[in-house]
């Protein structure tokens, strides 16, 4: 099982940028390393803290320190996601539960709790995939998830469902594909759209939301064989991290533009 850390694709980066960026890892020693690391290269504005997006104490940890210590959140980048190799021995409904736990509702429990800190002008930026596309589900499904009227509510038991059925070896005769980390990226474009609607009325000046694909980059996850770089697959979640006012907000980007969901 291979799995990304929170805000990985930003360490090369996001030193350029005038901000405090914290790096954050569930595994203590290998998020340290990493921060250290870069503190060496001369990233003297990288921070580490702790996250693990599938225990909610860990969430909440976080977010009463960052209120505690900054009273308020600029940029969010949701990266952190779990991949199952072509190799792995687990049934499909283990990688079904398994995803969906940590690719959405983890990120979705992240959203949650970190977007009521977010202050006017915030842009989070979720990663997604190409794989996680509407049209690798049946019509039926294409119409629930793109639908206008979908709350949250709504689309975490959309996310039960596949979940179920893949339990029960069901989910292909119920319209879903043979990847649950396709459904779990349906799933993030889907909450981006949501959390799009919400923060507009929110009342919060230029909140801009939107998912993109960085493509297959040499991470844990992509291996040393991936086609991207960390520096390139970095460069379209920063370009969102960055957009001026009045830019698209919920859509779904891949190299800088607007792609069809």
Avoid at 181 to 187: A, R, W
Avoid at 189 to 211: C, F, H, Y
Avoid at 224 to 250: I, Q, R, Y
Wanted: a negative charge; hydrophobic letters at 40%; aromatic letters at 8%.
């Amino acid at each position: 099982m291979l799995r990304n850390d929170q805000m990985y694709m930003m360490r090369q980066t996001v030193w350029h940028v005038d901000y405090l960026v914290y790096v954050l890892a569930r595994d203590q020693e290998r998020g340290e390393k990493a921060y250290q690391e870069m503190q060496q290269q001369g990233c003297s504005n990288i921070r580490f803290h702790a996250l693990d997006v599938s225990d909610t104490s860990s969430i909440d940890k976080l977010k009463t320190f960052i209120e505690t210590k900054y009273g308020g959140l600029d940029v969010l980048v949701n990266n952190a996601g779990i991949m199952f190799g072509q190799s792995s021995n687990a049934s499909f409904a283990e990688q079904a539960r398994e995803t969906v736990k940590v690719n959405f509702t983890g990120t979705l429990n992240v959203s949650q709790s970190l977007l009521p800190l977010l202050r006017p002008h915030a842009r989070v930026v979720n990663v997604g995939s190409q794989l996680g596309k509407l049209k690798n589900l049946s019509l039926d499904l294409q119409a629930k998830f793109s639908s206008d009227d979908l709350t949250v509510e709504d689309l975490v038991s959309i996310m039960n469902q596949f979940v179920s059925a893949a339990e029960t070896g069901s989910h292909t005769s119920s319209g879903w594909p043979n990847s649950a980390y396709g459904v779990s990226k349906v799933g993030m474009m889907a909450l981006t759209r949501i959390q799009s609607r919400e923060l507009a009325k929110s009342g919060k000046e230029d909140i801009v939301v939107n998912l993109c694909c960085p493509g297959w980059v040499q991470s844990d996850m992509g291996g040393a064989k991936a086609h991207l770089s960390v520096d390139e697959g970095a460069d379209t979640p920063v370009f969102l991290a960055l957009l001026p006012p009045g830019s698209p907000c919920g859509q779904f980007f891949f190299k800088r533009e607007v792609i069809q969901w």
